[in-house]
């Protein structure tokens, strides 16, 4: 199994960035599929997951409203669209692969993660 996102930038309030997450060594549309995130010196908090078809999703109240969590199973890629960006979205995102039956956030893979900051 192998998760690697990219898309992290520096980017100023109020802007945008797009994630994306390249899955590989597993069936990809067998998972329902999330992003989480870890600012520094804070544990990793649980900002969006997304069901296998991508037709459910669901949002950490932090970001509902200015994030969107998709997916593209022919591409084996999930994405997460941030907008609206705040100073307090800066961390590092990871993307992770729900274990089966799983509560939102509890992983059995995870990616290394891409750096998102925000700053004027």
């Known amino acids: 199994v192998q998760l690697v996102e990219s898309g992290g930038d520096l980017a100023q309030p109020g802007g945008s960035l797009r994630l994306s997450c390249a899955a590989s060594?597993?069936?990809?549309?067998?998972?329902?599929m999330s992003w989480a995130r870890q600012a520094p010196g804070k544990g990793l908090e649980w900002v969006s997951g997304i069901s296998t078809g991508g037709t459910s999703t669901f949002y950490a109240d932090s970001v509902k409203g200015r994030f969107t969590i998709s997916r593209d199973n022919a591409k084996n890629t999930l994405y997460l669209l941030l907008n609206s960006l705040q100073p307090e979205d800066t961390a590092l995102y990871y993307c992770?692969?729900?274990?089966?039956?799983?509560?939102?956030?509890?992983?059995?893979?995870r990616g290394q993660g891409t750096q998102v900051t925000v700053s004027s």
């Open positions: 060594g597993f069936t990809f549309t067998n998972y329902a």
């Open positions: 992770g692969r729900q274990s089966f039956g799983s509560n939102w956030g509890q992983f059995d893979y």
